[in-house]
């Protein structure tokens, strides 16, 4: 269930046909971001899952800071049929620590 750093950025490097999904709040999506990730907080996911939903048959990446929350997220969305759900293990502070280093870490 979960997906490697390395693996989303060939991921979005091919063009691949995928959601990045970042579940953290808008105040850390503000502070920094990937380019491409779609923001909606864990906090007001039940409430806008609706929005998700042509990518039900879709592969879905979902990160957080670390990696706690994207992998909760994750197994929520299978329970709702996004049977493609992965959480991208260590977040987008692996993210800005292997991939890219200009990223601001918090």
């Known amino acids: 269930m979960e997906i490697d750093c390395a693996s989303v950025k060939s ?6 046909n995928f959601l990045l999904l970042d579940c953290r709040e808008q105040d850390e999506y503000d502070l ?11 906090s007001e996911l039940m409430v806008r899952v609706g ?3 042509e990518f039900k048959g879709r ?15 994750a197994g929520w969305l299978r329970q709702q049929g996004f049977e493609q759900a992965q959480s991208m293990s260590g977040g987008i502070d692996a993210w800005a620590q292997n991939i890219d280093p200009t990223l601001a870490r918090y």
């Open 32 to 42: 920094v971001r990937i380019r491409g990730a779609k923001l909606l907080p864990m």
């Open 51 to 53: 929005e998700l939903e």
């Open 11 to 16: 991921k979005l490097d091919a063009n691949e």
């Open 59 to 73: 592969p879905v990446v979902v990160h957080c800071h670390h990696g706690g929350r994207s992998l909760r997220v």
